[in-house]
């Protein structure tokens, strides 16, 4: 487990532009649970890429036409139980953290794994997220 007050900067970065935290597996359960419109999950972390690519890349990819109905983040190393259940809801994709989850009416649409997202730049992970709001929330957004 990591120090809340270390964390806490890098939960504001996703909690400061609208995205809800999940901190219990029940709080999980509760967002997972509203199947209509779309909703992107970010498993955030402490490591690099979550700073320097993930977090950064998801802030500019929410500035697109088209973006997800809901936001919500769960952080790796710091609420275990919400991101095992949340884990739970792909659980045939490899744990990774950083990572992020499309949902559209509840169904995974896309994800973007950590190995998608080191090495890479904030803004090639901004056109993957802003290219697949497009394509998989097209038909539904307003």
Do not use: W
Request: charge should be negative.
């Amino acid at each position: 487990m990591y120090s809340p007050l270390m964390v806490q900067p890098m939960r504001e970065e996703l909690s400061s532009i609208g995205f809800q935290e999940l901190r219990t597996a029940e709080d999980v359960e509760a967002f997972m649970a509203d199947k209509s419109g779309s909703a992107l999950l970010v498993v955030n972390s402490v490591c690099g890429c979550a700073a320097g690519q993930a977090r950064p890349g998801v802030r500019a990819a929410l500035a697109a036409d088209i973006k997800p109905d809901r936001l919500a983040t769960v952080f790796a190393g710091q609420d275990a139980e919400a991101t095992a259940r949340v884990r739970g809801y792909f659980a045939d994709i490899p744990p990774s953290s950083p990572s992020m989850a499309l949902f559209n009416q509840g169904e995974l649409v896309y994800f973007v794994p950590r190995h998608r997202i080191e090495n890479r730049s904030a803004e090639q992970v901004a056109e993957d997220l802003t290219q697949a709001f497009a394509r998989e929330l097209a038909a539904t957004a307003p």
